[in-house]
């Protein structure tokens, strides 16, 4: 713009410091008061996987609370992920609507509207807010519309934390999800490929030809929630490799984390009073959520990957996480299943990473990890991946006391709604 000047400034943001880039035709408000909802959940998220079902009310009606209730929740629509954000913002402006939100409003911000374009009318339209959603598509269009080229947070991106701050929710699902770790923020990837080839930061020269390895992008995501990476079309895609070998190629690093979220689709996970002692988070919706902890995995000297002692924990609907011990809370609707086991013997697979999204079964990773806690004899069990040349071992045990499942029985074993915690989790050539 003719006579604007740019500025950096360091602030702190939700206990974090972050460099900022300014523009003088912009004004940031000092101070933004607190929504009537802080009170209540604090700073909130609502982290989608992604295949979100226009029926899904209990996620649509969750991100409404967390805004300020029915008939008064005014949701800021922003679909700069999409290759289509008009298109996208009809699509989800009627369905806030119809579920019952007061105003449902585009933020006009994607690549052909960047928030260094958008003046103080788009700060304006932040600020008039209660909650803000993400829609799915590309994370990096998301970065784009939102982030300098060196992480620099735009002006919007101020205005959109300071409302987070107030009680404003965050919600997204797919790359909306994605985007909103302060961590590294991942790109793209096989699972197959991650643990063969590793990680590779930004757009390396050193990317192995076809193969798709885990590509993340350095300075991370928008920045809300913190100490975890977050993955969407979780179980569903077969992801759990590419996600464990992320975070142990990336937790020495800068931006690195020993844990990870994997959010499966038409499921959400919930966090409340985020960044502090109370910040939990609650799984609602129709599969699970994966959380990984590598505080005490070891990677050992091997040709392409080999880890062991990575905990892997698996929570399905009404479990609750607290978010800075880890600790879990089965939902009331389950049972332990130590005891009451359903079967003799556990299962195991030669394609270890083969997801599915139909709903008739259990992707096989969480199929045979379930196993391991519904048979009578056994608490070990292993998979194969698919692809050869190295092929990779999964081997899971449940032979701790802390590591327990609980069940909540329904038609069948793939019917069945499982959870469990703290699975022992090695990956290696064999």
């Known amino acids: 713009m003719e006579g604007s000047r740019l500025v950096f400034f360091i602030a702190l943001t939700s206990g974090s410091a972050?460099?900022?880039?300014?523009n003088n035709d912009v004004?940031?408000?000092?101070?933004?008061?607190?929504l009537p909802q802080f009170e209540q959940f604090g700073r909130s998220m609502v982290l989608v996987g992604g295949g979100l079902s226009?029926?899904?009310?209990?996620?649509?009606?969750?991100?409404?609370?967390?805004?300020?209730?029915?008939?008064?929740?005014?949701?800021?629509?922003?679909?700069?992920?999409?290759?289509?954000?008009?298109?996208?913002?009809?699509?989800?402006?009627?369905?806030?609507?119809?579920?019952?939100?007061?105003?449902?409003n585009?933020?006009?911000?994607?690549?052909?509207?960047?928030?260094?374009?958008?003046?103080?009318?788009?700060i304006e339209s932040i600020y008039a807010q209660s909650g803000f959603f993400f829609g799915g598509g590309d994370q990096a269009r998301i970065i784009k519309a939102f982030m300098g080229p060196y992480g620099d947070f735009s002006p919007a991106l101020i205005a959109l934390h300071q409302m987070y701050d107030s009680g404003a929710v965050i919600a997204g699902t797919s790359a909306g999800c994605s985007c909103q770790t302060a961590n590294f923020m991942i790109m793209g990837g096989y699972s197959y490929d991650a643990l063969r080839y590793g990680s590779f930061a930004d757009v390396d020269p050193a990317l192995p030809g076809r193969a798709e390895p885990n590509?993340?992008?350095?300075?991370?995501?928008?920045?809300?929630?913190?100490?975890?990476?977050?993955?969407?079309?979780?179980?569903?895609?077969?992801?759990?490799?590419?996600?464990?070998?992320?975070?142990?190629?990336?937790?020495?690093?800068?931006?690195?984390?020993?844990?990870?979220?994997?959010?499966?689709?038409?499921?959400?996970l919930v966090v409340?009073?985020?960044?502090?002692t109370r910040s939990s988070g609650q799984v609602i919706g129709t599969a699970?959520?994966?959380?990984?902890?590598?505080?005490?995995?070891?990677?050992?000297?091997?040709?392409?990957?080999?880890?062991?002692?990575?905990?892997?924990?698996?929570l399905t609907h009404g479990d609750v996480i607290q978010m800075t011990d880890q600790s879990v809370t089965f939902s009331p609707s389950k049972s332990p299943m130590r005891g009451h086991e359903n079967y003799d013997d556990v299962l195991t697979t030669n394609d270890v990473f083969y997801g599915t999204s139909d709903g008739s079964r259990k992707p096989e990773f969480v199929r045979i990890a379930t196993s391991v806690f519904d048979a009578r004899r056994g608490r070990m069990t292993h998979g194969f991946s698919k692809e050869s040349g190295p092929r990779f071992r999964v081997d899971m045990s449940a032979v701790g006391n802390d590591a327990v499942g609980y069940v909540e029985r329904k038609n069948s074993f793939h019917s069945d709604i499982t959870s469990y915690k703290n699975l022992k989790v090695s990956i290696y050539e064999g």
């Not at 996208?88 to 105003?103: I, S, V």
């Not at 006009?108 to 009318?121: E, K, P, R, S």
Request: charged letters at 20%.
């Open 272 to 276: 409340t009073h985020a960044d502090d």
């Open 54 to 104: 226009d029926n899904n009310t209990e996620v649509y009606e969750k991100i409404i609370e967390l805004a300020g209730g029915k008939n008064k929740a005014k949701i800021g629509i922003i679909t700069a992920a999409s290759a289509d954000p008009l298109d996208a913002f009809t699509f989800y402006h009627d369905l806030f609507l119809k579920y019952g939100a007061l105003e449902a």
């Open 288 to 314: 699970g959520v994966t959380i990984f902890d590598l505080t005490h995995a070891q990677v050992h000297s091997s040709k392409h990957f080999d880890i062991s002692d990575v905990y892997v924990t698996y």
């Open 27 to 34: 004004t940031v408000a000092p101070h933004v008061p607190r």
């Open 106 to 122: 585009r933020i006009i911000l994607d690549v052909n509207h960047t928030a260094n374009q958008g003046g103080q009318a788009l």
């Open 18 to 22: 972050y460099a900022y880039l300014l």
């Open 215 to 268: 590509i993340y992008l350095t300075f991370g995501g928008l920045g809300f929630l913190k100490g975890y990476l977050l993955d969407s079309h979780f179980a569903q895609r077969g992801r759990e490799g590419r996600l464990i070998r992320f975070v142990a190629d990336t937790r020495m690093l800068g931006k690195g984390t020993n844990r990870a979220i994997g959010v499966d689709e038409n499921t959400a």
